[in-house]
Nanobody, 124 residues
Framework: QVQLVESGGGLVQAGGSLSISCAAS????????MGWFRQSPGKEREFVAA???????LYADTVKGRFTISRDNAKNTAYLQMNSLKPEDTAVYYC??????????????????WGQGTQVTVSS
């Protein structure tokens, strides 16, 4: 099973940018899906972005055009670049790996490994 550690969260003003990282160990995930999710207080965890089995990225409508998912296979690390941040982007952001074959990357429950989360706070 892969272990995931997020980093890079913090406080940023609305309209600003932030990049968060997800370092994987225990198994390379270069050819597998990985995803980013977020959860705000009182809300359910929601899909943000992911690399699909095809390798192409998929974004939630709420972040499309503002967020970019990327990965450095040599470092076994994935990134989420967040631009034009809004207060409603405030949440704990989690990365995920270990998706069963054939499962949609938007699933919030099917992923086998999750990081501990990193807090992103956007002030208005």
């Amino acid at each position: 099973q892969v272990q995931l550690v997020e980093s890079g969260g913090g406080l940023v003003q609305a309209g600003g940018s932030l990049s968060i990282s997800c370092a994987a160990s225990g198994r390379t995930f270069s050819s597998y899906p990985m995803g980013w999710f977020r959860q705000s207080p009182g809300k359910e965890r929601e899909f943000v972005a992911a690399f699909r089995w095809s390798g192409s990225p998929l974004y939630a409508d709420t972040v499309k055009g503002r967020f970019t998912i990327s990965r450095d296979n040599a470092k076994n690390t994935a990134y989420l670049q967040m631009n034009s941040l809004k207060p409603e982007d405030t949440a704990v952001y989690y990365c995920a790996a270990g998706l069963p074959l054939g499962t949609a990357v938007t699933s919030t429950t099917a992923w086998g490994s999750w990081g501990q989360g990193t807090q992103v706070t956007v002030s208005s």
